[in-house]
T-cell receptor, first 112, second 114 residues
Framework: RKEVEQDPGPFNVPEGATVAFNCTYSNSASQSFFWYRQDCRKEPKLLMSVYSSGNEDGRFTAQLNRASQYISLLIRDSKLSDSATYLC?????????????FGGGTRVLVKP | DADVTQTPRNRITKTGKRIMLECSQTKGHDRMYWYRQDPGLGLQLIYY???????NKGEISDGYSVSRQAQAKFSLSLESAIPNQTALYFCATSDTSGSTDTQYFGPGTRLTVL
């Protein structure tokens, strides 16, 4: 099993709709989780950090399910500008310090 | 000005050439990382450095070397470039002072090896 797995998508979402997707991880000892947003050919930018059961920032909600070892990202009232690839990152299994393992990303396309 | 900068932003080279990619940061972070990203794939860690005297191999270090010239500078070298090293390369930094593992990325270098 890969350390971090994501459904590559694309998730085609009508503008204004809600979309949610998951990221599964192997390291049961992980205490922190991250969602990054990456636009085409640009650098990943931190969208949200998750340290407990979840986090919410405006239209974006991240939820952690430790029992099943996944985190989800939910986007409400989708905007055209939400179209991007969303990368999940989790501390690496053999980590010392701040090493992260990234998933392959989930592509989201919001359409009018 | 950007906190993490990379040069060059784009580079086309030929097989066998030596290439150096440079990364500089003004964030004052002690930890720096080099990743490569292939189309449709996630980020793969090449090398990382926790301070000037600490260099560590990542998942895919073969064919690459690095130099941490100063806290603010971390360069990646391809001693003899090959076509399968064609990828998007990102530098990132993180800070040990806080409780977060957040990494901040540079704008990337698009490298094509012919």
């Amino acid at each position: 099993r890969k350390e971090v797995e994501q459904d590559p998508g694309p998730f085609n979402v009508p503008e204004g709709a809600t979309v949610a997707f998951n990221c599964t991880y192997s390291n049961s000892a992980s205490q922190s989780f991250f969602w990054y947003r990456q636009d085409c050919r640009k650098e990943p930018k931190l969208l949200m950090s998750v340290y407990s059961s979840g986090n919410e920032d405006g239209r974006f909600t991240a939820q952690l399910n430790r029992a099943s070892q996944y985190i989800s990202l939910l986007i409400r009232d989708s905007k055209l500008s939400d179209s991007a690839t969303y990368l999940c990152a989790v501390p690496a299994l053999k980590a010392a310090g701040n090493k992260l393992t990234f998933g392959g990303g989930t592509r989201v396309l919001v359409k009018p | 000005d950007a906190d993490v900068t990379q040069t060059p932003r784009n580079r086309i080279t030929k097989t066998g050439k030596r290439i150096m990619l440079e990364c500089s940061q003004t964030k004052g972070h002690d930890r720096m990382y080099w990743y490569r990203q292939d189309p449709g794939l996630g980020l793969q860690l090449i090398y990382y450095s926790f301070d000037v005297k600490d260099i560590n191999k990542g998942e895919i270090s073969d064919g690459y070397s690095v130099s941490r010239q100063a806290q603010a500078k971390f360069s990646l070298s391809l001693e003899s470039a090959i076509p399968n090293q064609t990828a998007l390369y990102f530098c990132a930094t993180s800070d040990t002072s806080g409780s977060t593992d957040t990494q901040y990325f540079g704008p990337g270098t698009r490298l094509t090896v012919l």
